[in-house]
């Protein structure tokens, strides 16, 4: 997604992407008749049987007592991305959707699929800049290469501050500290991306601190949550476990997750009823899962379930081998119970690049998400006491800062509530998932109340956010709110809300368990008009009907006229403004418009790009050049490349399979190869080979392909490719090469080149360094250059309507009688202005056309149109009922 910024403006700030966005792509794809499909991947092995009270079944789906909106639900299934450990190991528990390709850059009318940050401050009335002084460990096994780098796209997406090593934000140390990081593992580095993303969401302003320990043994995952205490962090998230109860446990490794003033959380598992190690312990806060979906017509905004899927749900049950802490007051079950508290499982945007897991956005679940999320919200309520235990603080709210999740299952057992959502505690949820930050902080609090109305009309303010510093609360319908505050002074209580004067700060003072009552009024801003066109940017210049949204505005989002491109949006004056720009069609790139709003009326002109990546826009072709080298020589560099060996190497890249290999890459012929595992062994290799100059001045986009041959030695042995744009001077990473792999590996790897395109001159090197490792082959290097070229013809676009009632008709064909080309219409439920049975039809080549209009149940009927270049034809239609 670019950036255009106004011509002496400011640069442009973080923007966060809204649900609306993603809802957007699903009406832009039925405008081309086009409907989502759903995603099955089968469940992996759910691991070891567990020792509980009653043996583990597989998950009974919960009838709901009430209705349970489903538009938001995921369809998709889910499956684990660690497999099942060794004895005494742990798994991690993320879950990853399967068989969903992860989308590497984002496309015309896509947001990332799944919640992001703004749904779950939204599910949880969490403050948007939270975190502020506070650092959050996260244990995990393995390294992740890329997890700083895949870090800094998923807070840039969403408006997050930059989290850097550079800016102190961000550490990653191996489990003694240090540097010396651990080999990777493909799940595990999932499981990292997941959690960071998660920390990042819930708490934006906090530091993170990355412990990634040897292996995943719990002694060595132990011996990193001391290492998080040991250097002061008071917040540290386990996303990990073994399943089962076992009586030595606690004995083996329990000591390293007691510390008194720390708040150590532990995922319950991902396996249904079942417990599991260390979420067990009476020293850690026990966290399970739900899911979580949009429910606009309830007073909370959202809907709450035990997470379930297939054979996966939260882990909960009866720990026989730990003792019940003085804080558990449930009577069925004589020990510890397993969950505490919970929260979302389910869903989630997380971007991650690495291994045959794919590059880029795409959607995870499980405990593992839920674990982060609550170690964040513990960082967000404050420092917890000293010599006491954060899992007790839920307890002690007597529900308080708490939703109750009353329904769903994860299996069946003998005490039901145990494995059952109920009123109360439970055990898939616990005591519930998070209302603000009460339940997740020591001491005394009491409520404060209200309502806020307009102080024009009178009327009541929905969705205003009453707070102060962390603790916040949104207006329902009514207008009303409540608030939970820790009992004392509490200074600086404000109201905002988008196209309202912010209030003037208040102090209240607040007992234990007191409840007060404020009423607010919100004085409304003055608005000016912001107009301006938004047409095609890539050749045709068209209009385009496209949604325009206001970044932190709850007010419904503006559309453009279909036929003429403009729009006219009523702003608040004196302010700075991002607009999001989202074309209904497909193929076209996003992007967010600065304006700067004084007191009188601006224009603001966009103009869009067809995606050269994608290649959907209508009334486009993808032009492709390729520069391949198949390496046909045997003997010789090809023309332009070069072999530069640095000193010391014995064996560097050659050309005639010095060990006859065979072509094992996936090409025919020769190739090009770099053996470590032939005489003379090492001591050493570091040897680069370069491409010719690539010239790619006129491409929009690029992409680089090779076919690829390797067996890995972790170790001993590294693989990569860089790219430079000034003959050589300086080079950057564009491929970090595979991290895992066991025996010889043969694939194609794809490595986007866009930030080149428009370059003159670009070259690439292919980097193997080895102290006695094996070999890499490759073969068929491409570089293709991509450019989107215009065709020639015009959009039609217009309603479709039934002649007697003047409703839309939803699912007509408008089909184009020379081509055969043809649309179906759609519903536009966003833009009231534009009524369902909207439809938009690329016609080729100027001149005179037919369409032929029809729908089930309907008269057909043709229409004549006159097709000008470039230019958007209004055709609108109203259709007979037939007979």
Known sequence: MRTVKRAGGRPPAPR???RGAAILSLTALALLGVQPAAQAGAPADPGPTTATATAPTRLATEPAATAVPTSDEPAADLEPVCGTPAEG???????????????ARLSAVQAPAGLGPQDIRSAYSLPSDGGTGQTIAIIDAYDNPNAEADLAVYRSQY????CTTENGCFRKADQRGGTNYPMSSEGWAGEIALDLDMVSAAAPNAKILLVETDNDGLENLGAGVDLAVSLGVKYVSNSYGRQGDFATDAATWGSHYDHAGVAVVAASGDYGYGVSFPSTLSTVTSVGGTNLVADPDSPRGWFETVWQRDIYGPGSGCAAYQPKPDFQKDTGCAGRSVADVSAVADNLAVYHTFGSSG???????????????IAAIYALAGSPRPATYPNAYPYGSRGAGLNDITTGSNGTCEAAYLCTAGTGYDGPTGLGTPSGLAAFRSGPSGILSGVVTDAKTGKPVAGATVGSGADVATTLADGTYSLNLPAGTVE????????????EPITVEIAEDQTLTHDFTLRPLPRVHVRGK????????WPLYTRLAVEGSPEAPAWTDPATGEYDLLLPKNADYSLDITAALPGYEAVTREVTVGRHAVTADVSLTADPDAATAVGYTQQVTDHTEPFDSTTAVPAGWTVTNAEGTSNGWQFDDPLQRGNSTGGSGAFAVVESDSDPFGPHQDSYLTTAAYDLTDAQSAEL?????YLLNLNNQHMTVDASTDSGATWENVWAGPKVGGGDQKVTVRVPLRKYAGEPSVKLRFH?????????AIDDVNVQARTMVPVAGSLAAGTVRDARTGKGVVGATVTNAATGAGALTATTPDDPAVGDGFYTLFLADPGRHILTVGASGYDPITRKVVARADRVITENVRLRADG
């Open 359 to 373: 590059i880029g956005w795409m959607r995870y679940g499980g405990t593992s998400a839920a674990t982060p999320l």
């Open 768 to 776: 193997f360094v080895a102290n006695w490792g094996y070999y890499w």
């Open 534 to 541: 938004v047409k095609d940017g890539s050749g045709h210049g």
């Open 159 to 162: 408006g997050l501050p930059p």
């Open 16 to 18: 966060a992407l809204r």
């Open 705 to 709: 392909t090779f076919a690829t041959a």
């Open 492 to 503: 600086g209580l404000t109201v905002t809300m988008f196209g309202y004067t912010t209030t």
């Open 89 to 103: 190991h742990a798994r991690c528990f993320a879950m990853r959707v399967a068989d969903e390709e992860p989308v």
